[in-house]
């Protein structure tokens, strides 16, 4: 009888420390373990890829989509040769607009301007009289000394409005001037014919391109 003791199996295996079990199914999967922390890098950059085409799309949508509306979206809308015209404003209300943003600071609200600097709008024989006076004074500015009323007013001068005019300050178009006159020409009880856009195109290019008029000649213009 051999008296060496045969070695169980079982009491081999449950000796057998944790790493060492870990170890054997590493290998036997062909695999190592994530010890320094290899992560990989081809998952996260799937998912900021499909995280930046989402943001895009909905950014795309949101910008292009005009709003998801029903007249954009129906297939049996005829075709268009464009949107509607947008409806033109009232001169006398754009006019008033434009007063109010820059005229306002010399000729005052009511019109009445400034004693002895600034002449008033208000009755004034300039504004109600020959529109193309009035026109003259807007698109060329005015120097020297003016007569309104009987009264003189030398202090300060009519800045130029006219676009594509020598020395103008803020480039009016023609239909912004003939708001503005059209406007003082009927506010605060003045009562005078409109101004048109025709009119002053028709003026400014009759008149050229020049300097600042004078009351002397204004005078001469019927």
Not at 85 to 99: S, T, Y
Request: hydrophobic share 40%; net charge neutral.
């Amino acid at each position: 009888m051999n008296g060496k003791p045969q070695r169980d199996p079982r009491v081999d295996q449950a000796a057998a420390t944790d790493e060492s079990l870990l170890d054997a199914h590493e290998r036997l999967l062909g695999r190592h373990p994530d010890d320094g922390a290899r992560y990989r890098l081809l998952p996260i950059g799937i998912l900021f890829a499909l995280s930046a085409l989402v943001l895009f799309s909905g950014t795309y949508l949101n910008r292009y989509a005009g709003h998801y509306s029903a007249s954009i979206y129906n297939e049996n809308a005829k075709p268009s040769i464009g949107g509607a015209a947008a409806p033109k404003m009232d001169p006398l209300a754009v006019g008033e607009i434009q007063f109010k943003n820059v005229c306002i600071t010399c000729h005052q609200a009511g019109g009445q301007g400034i004693p002895g600097t600034y002449p008033p709008l208000a009755g004034s024989e300039w504004v109600t009289g020959s529109p193309a006076r009035a026109v003259r004074i807007v698109v060329y500015g005015l120097k020297g000394d003016v007569h309104v009323q009987g009264h003189l007013f030398n202090a300060a001068a009519m800045p130029v409005f006219g676009q594509q005019v020598t020395g103008s300050v803020y480039n009016w178009n023609d239909e912004r001037i003939a708001a503005v006159l059209t406007y003082v020409r009927h506010a605060w009880g003045n009562n005078a014919d409109p101004v048109s856009a025709d009119d002053v195109t028709a003026i400014r290019k009759a008149v050229g391109d020049r300097r600042e008029m004078t009351e002397a000649e204004l005078e001469q213009v019927k």
